[in-house]
């Protein structure tokens, strides 16, 4: 499985790999709908979600739910990670009882509370993954977030990873809109952001970090994804495709990180060590080593290393 130094998969990357893509969200009702979706062209991988919810009008919806099926019955290829985002209940129903499922990869639920986590799953009979948004009032409450992820946790097996909603808290939270020149760090949400992160931390569910609004505004864009980075949150949502290509790419790994990972991941390593002047410690660094040579992998980075070693790690991500 291994070659020129790093593994080589038999298989396209599992549906679990897909917290690591970029996840572009189209209306349903962009008039170009059937092209965006036809288009494999991409340069890099990305999940694709249509909404059918705040992104489309309320009295917009049917129609626009009965193109999106009609599309999806006629376009020979779409995209191997679709996720639709139904608003309610109905919505949700009238796509398990008229999409041609097995060409969606998950169900995005908007507005996330315990009670409706678990409805969905319900109401999806838990055979098709679901993507919990974090931008309802309980996603602002200490207490809530616990509940949250411990919902979240129940249903392990349709839900590994969880989206963060940011311009919702933003309104939740006085009416606000995020300013020009601001990452979502420097706004009332930032610390909100970092509740979050500690919420789920207790129970090791990847969280995903939260749209950038302002699609010209590229310098700011790279400095919130520095952030992200930083923040180990797993991958951006986007807005326009222009934001694919630097989303995935603040995710690529260095040289210089992937030769600390492998540092810290072998086996006859001391347990501290130093490297271009910072400290290296077995102890502490050992989940971030892994998911540096994860991400090696997933951007298909050549390195040199132990390769029982790496497919270790790379076997531990499917689980």
Same mark, same amino acid.
């Given at each position: ?18 917290r ?15 092209? /965006? ?52 209940d ?39 993954? /679901? ?6 009032? *309980? ?29 919702? &808290? ?22 909100? /952001?970092?509740?979050l ?20 505004? *590229? ?6 994804l520095?952030?992200?980075v ?17 989303? @995935? ?13 492998l540092?810290? &991941? ?21 989940? @971030? ?19 029982? &070693? ?5 076997? *531990?991500? *499917?689980?």
């Amino acid at each position: 499985m291994f070659s020129n130094g790093f593994l080589m998969t038999k298989a396209p990357p599992s549906e679990r790999w897909q917290r690591f893509y970029p996840m572009l969200y189209v209306p349903a009702t962009r008039p170009d709908l059937e092209d /965006i979706l036809g288009d494999s062209s991409r340069s890099c991988p990305h999940c694709v979600t249509v909404c059918l919810e705040d992104a489309v009008a309320p009295f917009d919806r049917v129609k626009a739910a009965e193109s999106l099926a009609a599309i999806l019955e006629k376009l020979p290829v779409v995209p191997s990670s679709f996720f639709v985002r139904p608003a309610d209940d109905d919505m949700l129903n009238r796509v398990l009882d008229t999409f041609p499922l097995h060409r969606i990869s998950g169900i995005v639920l908007p507005k996330a509370t315990v009670e409706r986590v678990n409805r969905w799953v319900e109401l999806t009979n838990g055979f098709i993954r /679901i993507v919990p948004i974090l931008e309802s009032r *309980e996603a602002l409450d200490p207490a809530g977030r616990i509940d949250l992820s411990s919902v979240c946790n129940a249903h392990r097996t349709v839900i590994d990873f969880v989206r963060i909603g940011a311009n919702d &808290l933003l309104r939740l939270l006085g009416g606000l809109r995020r300013p020009k020149g601001r990452t979502i760090y420097e706004t009332a949400v930032g610390g909100v /952001i970092d509740s979050l992160l500690e919420a789920f931390s207790l129970i090791d569910l990847p969280l995903c970090a939260p749209v950038f609004d302002h699609i010209s505004d *590229e310098a700011t864009l790279a400095r919130e994804l520095e952030e992200d980075v930083n923040r180990g949150l797993f991958s951006k949502t986007a807005i326009h495709p222009s934001q694919l290509a630097p989303i @995935w790419n603040s995710y690529r790994p260095s040289r210089t990180e992937i030769h600390d990972a492998l540092r810290i &991941l072998h086996p006859d390593s001391p347990a501290v060590m130093s490297s271009n002047g910072s400290m290296l410690e077995k102890a502490c660094h050992s989940t @971030w080593a892994k998911r540096i040579l994860l991400l090696a992998e997933l951007h298909r980075i050549p390195f040199d290393g132990d390769s029982k &070693l790496a497919e270790i790690v790379f076997q *531990e991500s *499917e689980t």
